[in-house]
């Protein structure tokens, strides 16, 4: 990031300190990263053999190559709000695969008796 006067400054020494000074710390970073893109500081990385990734927007995510070659996002049918994306199961099992069986539960018009938990019964004010 050609700032190597902040290699030995005692403020960002380790992580404590980097955290104790962010305030200062963290607009020097950003003044640093707006001068190039997000494509040259890949480049850049890259040349330097370090260890990156991009902090990606929502919709960048849901485009992502290896999220879609993953199945990551899948598309479904809700009742009410037509066609939506929304993320698959993460666990990936051969023999059991999970899927989504439909969109979320609308929870405001769902009886609060199904709401409660398992085997357990309305406690009543002895009161």
Do not use: Y
């Amino acid at each position: 990031m050609d700032r190597l006067d902040l290699v030995d400054d005692p403020r960002f020494l380790t992580n404590t300190d980097r955290v104790a000074h962010r305030d200062i710390l963290n607009p020097l970073i950003e003044g640093i990263t707006v001068t190039k893109t997000t494509d040259e500081w890949q480049e850049a990385f890259r040349a330097q053999h370090v260890l990156f990734g991009p902090v990606l927007s929502l919709r960048e995510l849901m485009h992502h190559p290896h999220v879609l070659q993953k199945e990551v996002v899948q598309t479904l049918e809700h009742p009410t709000a037509g066609t939506i994306r929304q993320l698959a199961p993460m666990l990936r099992l051969s023999q059991t695969p999970a899927e989504i069986a439909g969109p979320r539960r609308d929870w405001e018009s769902t009886p609060r008796r199904c709401l409660r938990w398992p085997g357990t019964t309305r406690r009543r004010s002895t009161s």
